[in-house]
């Protein structure tokens, strides 16, 4: 098992930008995905990226262009850096892992867009 503590949640203003991180309580080998998702008041929880080892990246489309999804093995962090921030990315931001054992959740960070 592996426990996931996500920080760097907060408010902006529209056009701002924020760096989320999820430290993993081990190692992750970097072949196992880690991700992002996020989910807005009354709205189902959404794929924002993902990535495997250092460079295979996915975004969802509304991201592509303003977000990157990074990760530091030595530190056992992956990172979401969010630019150009806009109202509609307002959400409880979500960490992730696929493990062979399961896929396990942080318990989410609150970013909130508005001026």
């Known amino acids: 098992q592996v426990q996931l503590v996500e920080s760097g949640g907060d408010l902006v203003q529209p056009g701002g930008s924020l760096r989320l991180s999820c430290t993993a309580s081990r190692s992750i080998p970097s072949f196992n995905p880690m991700g992002w998702y996020r989910q807005a008041p009354g709205k189902q929880r959404e794929f924002v990226a993902r990535?495997?080892?250092?460079?295979?990246?996915t975004y969802v489309e509304s991201v592509k262009g303003r977000f990157t999804i990074s990760r530091d093995n030595a530190k056992n962090t992956v990172y979401l850096q969010m630019n150009t921030l806009k109202p509609e990315d307002t959400a409880v931001y979500y960490c992730?892992?696929?493990?062979?054992?399961?896929?396990?959740w942080g318990q989410g960070t609150q970013v909130t867009v508005s001026s």
């Open positions: 992730n892992v696929i493990l062979s054992s399961g896929t396990y």
């Open positions: 990535i495997i080892g250092e460079t295979a990246t």
